[in-house]
């Protein structure tokens, strides 16, 4: 390191040329999680449209990254609307799609994410709107753990979070 400053916290280095001014310290290593002590930190997560394609997602899945996000920050919330309130559903389906005469079954499963992430502690929503689209049955067939929250309640919840997000 070159100039006058204090020496970074190990893990953190700074790049060719970077000086630290007098008196400025370096912030915490984002890698290792939250800061201790700090104020927790909210973060909603909202995502609307479901199903981006199959094959296309493997390497950018949505789900994925929201679960990353709360793993990285240590408090991240999803919410799910429209057409996306399936993915905190029960069904029988396996994803896999046929090409050709092959069957490509690694396919990312959206109710797996989830599942994931409520055992990661994450809090998932759904909009009572978007639950009622999907018919009669689909609060009987929400995944344990997932909370509905009515029309509104959302957007009103909105100022309560450090950042909202939209996927």
Do not use: K
Request: charged share 25%; net charge negative.
């Amino acid at each position: 390191m070159t100039g006058p400053g204090p020496e970074p916290r190990p893990g953190i280095e700074p790049g060719p040329g970077h000086r630290l001014e007098p008196g400025i310290e370096p912030g915490p290593d984002p890698r290792s999680g939250p800061v201790p002590g700090a104020a927790p930190e909210r973060w909603l997560v909202v995502m609307e449209r479901a199903y981006r394609g199959a094959v296309e997602s493997q390497y950018a899945d949505g789900l994925n990254f929201i679960q990353d996000l709360h793993r990285q920050s240590g408090g991240c919330d999803l919410a799910l609307r429209g057409a996306a309130v399936g993915y905190a559903l029960e069904t029988g389906f396996e994803p896999s799609v046929r090409i050709g005469h092959r069957t490509l079954d690694t396919l990312p499963d959206p109710r797996a994410a989830v599942r994931r992430m409520l055992a990661d502690g994450m809090t998932v929503l759904v909009e009572e709107d978007g639950l009622a689209a999907l018919g009669r049955t689909a609060r009987d067939r929400l995944l344990p753990g997932v909370r509905v929250v009515g029309s509104g309640e959302l957007a009103a919840s909105w100022p309560s979070y450090t950042q909202v997000w939209f996927l």
